[in-house]
């Protein structure tokens, strides 16, 4: 590879620009050993002997490998069956599905959408969809995050095609205002588009999951509560049959393999199980409970994402690294993920976590954050 090309150059000067800013991002294999408090396996999943095991007779009856594209011959038997279970489950007519929600959003909106229509989005919508809306030329305007009021006011300017929010908010946890959202897109005859991967399958005190009742386009992810790998679209029959004849992603790329498929469908027969459930929403009353006992102030979420706020850069990462210093892997979430000044420690919890993992996280943040070192949750 040339160094010195002017390529090389570019790439050299904007990683030390981010380094020079607190914002360069590196990855590492965290050791096992670590108290997991960062991932999104809410239920307990992704690394349960009883996933594993249902992996192992899944291979004794499904491809490894798709072997091609959906619309050419990758489309297959188990496909069909979890998107039947999905659709069930929700209520949609149709579903399809994906390697990743990243590229399903990103291919959704880019299918879509063109320069002939105007989406009202939440200022806090993940990136993927942000991006797809960026290549499929829609115009875009962002209401302030979980306002419907602001969202109706922008609708009064101009004709919206549609809406798109997530059902719980990816870095803050707390969750959409679906029925005033509904209301508002059934006014502007717009589609409401649901982003549902940190709500899907996640128990709720108010039981307010999303479904086909108010969104008419869902996401859904097999990565967090299903503990998998992959996505669905879910929608109306026409919605998907649009999706499967024009969306570039889905008919140029090879169809999810079989076996993350199937993985999928075994996952949704545990998900609702009071063994899976319960826990979690224990683990969620207790974390909150316990913080407020040690002054810590976390932004309001009843959900399994718990940011505390920190607001500065090179704080956020002081505190991951002294957390981990003391055996606890936390998500340490800067700009451009949340908006400039709003770092944060994104603390997510488990089913699998115990009492006492949960009494040791807070006990080591009540040392390393005292009542006066924080930042108060603008609400
Ligand atoms: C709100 C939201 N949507 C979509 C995605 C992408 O899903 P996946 O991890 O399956 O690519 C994420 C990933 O974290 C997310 O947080």
Redesign the pocket.
């Known amino acids: 590879m040339n160094h010195r090309s002017k390529l090389a150059q570019r790439l050299g000067e904007g990683l030390a620009a981010q380094q020079q800013a607190g914002l360069l991002r590196t990855r590492q294999v965290q050791p096992q050993s670590l108290l997991d408090f960062a991932g ?1 396996d809410y239920l307990g999943l992704a690394s349960s002997q009883v996933l594993n095991t249902l992996a192992a007779e899944a291979l004794t009856e499904v491809a490894c490998g798709s072997g091609a594209s959906p619309l050419v011959s990758g489309y297959c038997r188990t496909h069909q069956a979890l998107e039947a279970k999905l659709c069930q489950r929700t209520g949609h007519e149709a579903a399809l599905l994906f390697c ?3 590229s399903a ?1 990103q291919a959704l909106m880019k299918t879509l959408f063109s320069d002939a229509d105007t989406v009202l989005a939440d200022k806090l919508v ?1 990136a ?1 969809i942000i991006d797809g809306l960026k290549d499929s030329g829609a115009r875009l305007r962002r209401f302030l995050h979980n306002d419907a009021a602001s969202a109706a006011a922008m609708a009064q300017k101009q004709s919206v095609t549609a809406l798109i929010t ?1 059902s719980v908010f ?1 870095m803050d946890g707390d969750c959409a205002p679906l029925s005033q959202l509904r209301q508002l897109c059934d006014e502007q005859n717009a589609w409401l588009i649901v ?1 549902d ?2 709500g899907f399958a996640i128990p709720r005190d108010d039981g307010g999951a999303c479904d086909s009742q108010f969104a008419d386009v869902q ?1 859904v ?1 097999f ?1 967090k509560a299903l503990g998998c790998q992959g ?1 669905a679209l879910l929608g109306s029959q026409l919605f998907v049959d649009y999706m499967v004849a024009n969306c570039r992603h889905y008919i140029y790329s090879t169809a999810l393999s079989p076996l993350a498929a199937q993985l999928a469908l075994s996952a949704l027969s545990l998900v609702d199980t009071p063994i899976r459930q319960q826990p979690l929403l224990d683990n969620i009353r207790l974390f909150r409970a316990l913080c407020q006992q040690a002054g810590l102030s976390l932004l309001p979420s009843d959900t399994p994402i718990q940011p505390l706020l920190v607001g500065d850069n090179d704080t956020v990462m002081a505190l991951a690294a002294a957390l981990r210093q003391r055996g606890i892997l936390v998500g340490a979430i800067r700009p451009p993920t949340v908006p400039v000044g709003s770092a944060r420690l994104r603390i997510t919890l488990s089913a699998r976590h115990s009492r006492q993992d949960i009494e040791y996280l807070v006990s080591v943040l009540g040392e390393l954050l005292p009542p006066q070192s924080q930042v108060e949750p603008q609400i």
């Open positions: 999104n990743s929600g990243f959003n993940h993927s997530e990816s982003d991967a940190h996401l992810t990565g996505a």
